[in-house]
């Protein structure tokens, strides 16, 4: 690494200069000031790039004498070498050195491809006599946190599901509740009072001992959050939570809740140790300690590492390490798609691992945007044009753009003025109305102030394109944006606009509760009022299919009324290997790596 940083310096200070017939002119001694060195070092670095082939040098003898420089190689040549050889050695600080915070040009990601098709998937290895299973994944999205209660990307819900276990699970395409960390659970007749009966002998990562003090700190710690925590109307609808004995925890619950139980399959619910703060909150973010398949083994910013938890309670995983590389630019080849600001993985087409390099036809998996609350199957297109090694999964998952309206206050109370503006962003022609009221509107955005569109950093893009729509018909808009924090408080009352995305999973219920909430607080009253009936009439539905009736009768009503528009919904695509065994799906769509495992290569099938 430390030759290429020294071509790089060299030829920034004599790439630009006239070259002579001999090369560029230079004394030994001024390379020697330019790397900082002694003259034998340089000397000694001149003949290694030389012998590299990326210089020629042509000596002069005696002091003072001056030689012949002339480059052979580019600095992107000498970048791209880099970085693919930190790729090889697994060195993504080493890429992170050499890129610095900017995503490498098309043509170095292409000389790069070939490395990081080699790097990521599953690589095996022999270890004083075992065979050791690694899987390495790429992801767009920086980890920052893996506290459950702390986590608020894909990326990060993903891994804290492997590292940490709830109460109780559910199984990908299934509606059914089951056991976890408790092996039995049993409600009161009026279902406001849960009692929950925890498996024996479940050990913590550190080899402490769950027992009901966890579980009573779990839930405790969560009724201390902020309100606008995700699922945020769960926790405030818990009374009490108390343990029976050591094995044995009772929930009382303000209100009985058709989807409290579904609540505790979530990620949000993980159970952590009762002294999971007492090396404090942001070392326990980065360093947690759960009870799940994985242990966090290394976490920072550009990698996570997690090793297998031999004693979990439900048997060890067959993968022994898994490394999640924060890759933050496109890869090459890779389609651009639509709200991929919200994609976890990266899709690499072409990719292979070293116990297999059979090509496999792609398939993408395709949703229509409708209400979808009943969970309908998604639509799967035909075989892709192009044969690659890694299969599209993971497509039970879909993010939903959407834009929403203040009208409780500003200039957006106005439903006509509401209509247009909502024109203006799905591009289609703006409502027909009386004569006066158009001379009028076409007045208006002379006169209105920039509407505030409020959203998150990783939305920007969007957020641009809603800005150019509006200013082509003359509404200016100013774009706000705010942290992930940030955007959870009360900054969105103070918006016109507010462009967010729904992750449409397992928990899409949920999820829908705690976004129909958010809405009605920046609704006017009538709004609020349906809404809030509506789900209090769903809280109380005891299936699927009658919650997503009162759900979608919701968003009906919103976007009858020009307060919410859905700008587009995508799959959250993955990626996975076709000699891959064990494929399968958690409650939020992941794949569960406990379960997954790669057969050795067989010979004879080549």
Excluded at 264 to 293: H, M, W, Y
Excluded at 596 to 602: E, K, M, N, R
Aim: aromatic share 8%.
């Amino acid at each position: 690494m430390k030759l290429h940083r020294q071509f790089l310096l060299l030829h920034e200070r004599y790439g630009t200069q006239e070259v002579e017939n001999n090369g560029i002119q230079v004394t030994l001694a001024e390379v020697a000031e330019t790397l900082d060195c002694t003259h034998r070092s340089a000397l000694t670095v001149v003949g290694k790039m030389a012998s590299a082939g990326w210089i020629r040098w042509s000596s002069q003898r005696g002091r003072g004498k001056r030689s012949g420089l002339s480059f052979l190689v580019t600095p992107e040549d000498i970048a791209a070498q880099s970085v693919a050889d930190a790729i090889r050695r697994g060195d993504f600080r080493g890429i992170a050195g050499e890129l610095g915070d900017n995503p490498p040009s098309p043509a170095m990601q292409e000389r790069l491809q070939e490395s990081l098709r080699t790097y990521f998937g599953h690589h095996s290895e022999m270890r004083t006599g075992r065979q050791i299973d690694t899987l390495r994944l790429p992801i767009r999205q920086q980890l920052h946190a893996l506290d459950p209660i702390r986590t608020n990307l894909l990326a990060e819900s993903f891994v804290a599901s492997h590292v940490f276990d709830g109460l109780l699970r559910q199984q990908a395409g299934s509606d059914e509740i089951l056991p976890a960390l408790a092996h039995h659970w049993e409600p009161s007749e009026d279902q406001k009072c849960w009692t929950f009966y925890l498996r024996k002998d479940v050990p913590f990562h550190d080899g402490r001992i769950l027992s009901s003090e966890d579980v009573v700190y779990t839930f405790e710690r969560m009724l201390k959050l902020s309100e606008r925590t995700l699922y945020g109307f769960m926790f405030r609808n818990i009374e009490e939570v108390s343990g029976i004995g050591p094995l044995t925890v009772r929930i009382k619950l303000k209100r009985a809740h058709s989807l409290f139980l579904p609540f505790l399959c979530t990620s949000r619910t993980s159970v952590v140790p009762k002294n999971a703060l007492a090396r404090g909150e942001d070392l326990f973010s980065r360093q947690p300690i759960g009870t799940g398949p994985f242990r966090v083994a290394e976490f920072d910013r550009d990698l996570c590492v997690l090793e297998a938890f031999t004693a979990h309670y439900a048997g060890r995983a067959h993968l022994d390490r898994v490394e999640i590389v924060n890759i933050p630019w496109r890869m090459q080849g890779e389609t651009e798609l639509a709200g991929e600001s919200d994609l976890p993985f990266h899709v690499v087409p072409g990719a292979a691992t070293n116990s297999s390099s059979q090509a496999n036809e792609a398939r993408t998996l395709h949703r229509k945007i409708q209400p979808a609350h009943g969970n309908e199957p998604p639509v799967r297109s035909g075989p892709a044009s192009k044969p690659a090694a890694w299969t599209q999964a993971h497509a039970e998952v879909f993010s939903r753009k959407f834009v929403t309206c203040n009208t409780k206050s500003g200039p957006l109370r106005d439903p006509g003025r509401r209509a247009s503006v909502i024109a203006a962003i799905a591009e289609r022609e703006a409502p027909n109305r009386d004569a006066h009221a158009a001379a009028e509107q076409n007045r208006e955005p002379e006169n209105l102030p920039p509407l505030r569109l409020l959203t998150i950093p990783q939305y920007r893009k969007d957020a641009v394109l809603i800005r150019d729509r509006l200013e082509r018909r003359g509404y200016a808009c100013r774009i706000i944006i705010v942290t992930v924090d940030d955007f959870k408080g009360r900054t969105r009352l103070a918006a016109d606009l507010i462009l967010f995305s729904l992750i449409r999973d397992r928990d899409e219920q949920l999820r829908l509760f705690d976004l129909y909430i958010t809405l009605s607080e920046h609704a006017d009253s009538k709004t609020r009022l349906l809404i809030r009936g509506a789900l209090r009439q769903a809280a109380f539905d005891p299936t699927p299919r009658g919650r997503g009736r009162e759900l979608d009768d919701i968003e009906t009503l919103l976007i009858a009324g020009n307060q919410l528009h859905v700008l587009y919904e995508t799959p959250l695509q993955t990626a996975y290997l076709p000699s891959i065994r064990g494929v399968s799906f958690g409650s939020q769509g992941w794949i569960d790596l406990r379960a997954i495992w790669f057969p050795p290569v067989d010979s004879c099938a080549h």
